[in-house]
């Protein structure tokens, strides 16, 4: 399979240069598990066969002295001193015509000690070469390493395979889906599977998306010719290990904090095809919102959260309010229903073991933006971080509503200051507060500190989140568009 050697170049020419010497150290290939180890060592052994060498590969055995030489060895050596002849003489058997001998020993970390020393003896004597591999992240606890004995040989050689980048991560994909794969795809895969092959293949092969990336062209876009995923049906059973479903998830909540939507979009859509789409529904629902497709935002909600009586969505009270948020903005916002957004809010924030406060914020800024009036507590009393920012932003919007953008400048700022701190769950007001304070400083005639931000803002920047802003502002606008918004406004 292509990602066998798919970004090895630099790797492979190293270990080709070590082992085209005329006698070589030991040399060690290391790397994550997963990372192809095992793979590069039955290649490195394939080359050398080919260049007339004998090549031996040997596993581990377990923990017992010379365990690891049993293929090898016909009786079990008593002492160093017999293994070392015992072995020396079992090897020159194989390796007769005066052919060079190379030894492999896979997963040497897992070898016996005795039977390391006793290659060593040999490699030193220059009777063979050893090639090993072992894992460069065994962490902590592990115990000793037997093949720390080799730590300070002449000649010793190690090789990391490090993992996959981005642009390798696309040429297995292609190769796989028969076709160039869309760059957000490649860039969604890469961040679930960190760039591990196993990984990788573990998500793409043997999640069975090879046929949905083949068959998925237009998803990019008519003519593009690029590859990218389809939505999954809804009823996936889980696929990963537990491990493996959370670096998914993981990957799409900081795709979510850096604002990378099309990244977010990609990756809920595989989450979704491994059955774990219910962790990061909510992700994929605010990210449609936030890209102005608010009757997509309500498909996910209603497909994995369906609405209960009194509007609040069900699951776990440490996702349910920031649901409640998405869904009371697709109503409000998306639907023009600002009252029907507010008693969504109100009976999440009734529910037991929510945070009231948090979510009646929220609130308050839907019910603020949209120029529905409202009474909102002083920020500086808040409880956390988020229920000051909702505060500040409301307070902002009120203020600006009134013709007082002098007001709304110092609660624009205090909510910026709040908003660095809520990245893992609201990333989008930094971007929003930071539009309306370019507004509010125009409407102050600070005019040089207006063109400074915007200046900055505007630069687009990947991430900047202009997009977001713009989103925000249009739904807004939409709403503040209805007879019901208009007649408020102009009182």
């Known amino acids: 399979m292509p990602w066998k050697i798919v970004g090895r170049t630099e790797q492979w020419d190293r270990i080709r240069a070590v082992t085209a010497e005329r006698a070589f150290g030991p040399l060690v290939i290391g790397g994550a598990a997963g990372s192809g180890r095992s793979t590069a060592l039955t290649g490195v052994l394939r080359e050398l066969d080919g260049r007339r060498l004998t090549t031996v590969r040997l596993r581990p055995a377990g923990a017992a002295p010379f365990a690891l030489l049993r293929p090898v060895l016909t009786t079990a050596p008593a002492d160093h001193d017999a293994a070392v002849a015992a072995l020396a003489t079992a090897l020159a058997a194989r390796a007769r015509g005066g052919r060079g001998l190379v030894v492999g020993v896979d997963d040497a970390h897992l070898a016996d000690q005795a039977s390391l020393l006793a290659l060593r003896a040999l490699s030193r004597r220059g009777d063979l070469a050893l090639l090993l591999t072992r894992p460069s992240d065994r962490g902590p606890g592990r115990g000793p390493d037997p093949t720390d004995c080799l730590r300070y040989e002449p000649g010793m050689r190690v090789v990391q395979l490090a993992a996959l980048s981005e642009q390798d991560v696309a040429a297995v994909l292609a190769g796989l889906a028969g076709g160039p794969t869309h760059p957000t795809t490649a860039a969604a895969l890469h961040a679930a599977s960190g760039g591990n092959p196993r990984r990788l293949r573990e998500l793409v092969v043997d999640g ?244 400074e931000l915007a200046g900055e803002f505007h630069a687009g920047k990947p991430g900047c989140g202009w997009e977001v802003a713009v989103g925000i502002a249009a739904l807004v606008n939409g709403t503040l568009g209805t007879p019901a918004g208009r007649e408020v406004r102009a009182a």
């Open 208 to 451: 069975g998306l090879v046929a949905c990336l083949g068959a998925a062209g237009e998803q990019a876009g008519p003519g593009t010719g690029t590859r990218r995923l389809c939505e999954p049906p809804g009823d996936r059973a889980a696929t990963l290990a537990d491990a493996d479903a959370d670096a998914l998830v993981a990957a799409a909540r900081l795709a979510w904090r850096e604002l990378a939507l099309d990244r977010v979009e990609e990756l809920c859509r595989l989450a979704g095809w491994h059955g774990v789409g219910d962790q990061v529904s909510t992700l994929a629902a605010t990210a449609a919102l936030l890209r102005g497709r608010p009757g997509e935002c309500a498909r996910v909600l209603d497909t994995v959260h369906p609405g209960r009586a009194g509007g609040a969505p069900p699951g776990p009270r440490a996702d349910a309010a920031q649901r409640a948020l998405t869904r009371a903005m697709c109503v409000g916002l998306g639907s023009h229903r600002v009252g029907d957004a507010a008693a969504i809010l109100d009976a999440e924030a009734a529910a037991p073991g929510v945070d009231t406060e948090l979510v009646e914020s929220y609130r308050d800024w839907l019910l603020a933006v949209t120029a529905r009036p409202v009474r909102v507590p002083d920020p500086t009393a808040a409880a956390n971080r988020e229920t000051a920012l909702f505060r500040h932003a409301a307070l902002a919007a009120l203020a600006t509503a009134a013709g007082h953008p002098a007001t709304a400048v110092a609660h624009l700022r205090r909510g910026l200051v709040a908003a660095a701190g809520c990245l893992d769950t609201v990333p989008w007001m930094t971007p929003l507060l930071t539009a309306c304070l370019i507004d509010a400083l125009l409407l102050s005639a600070r005019i040089s500190e207006a063109t």
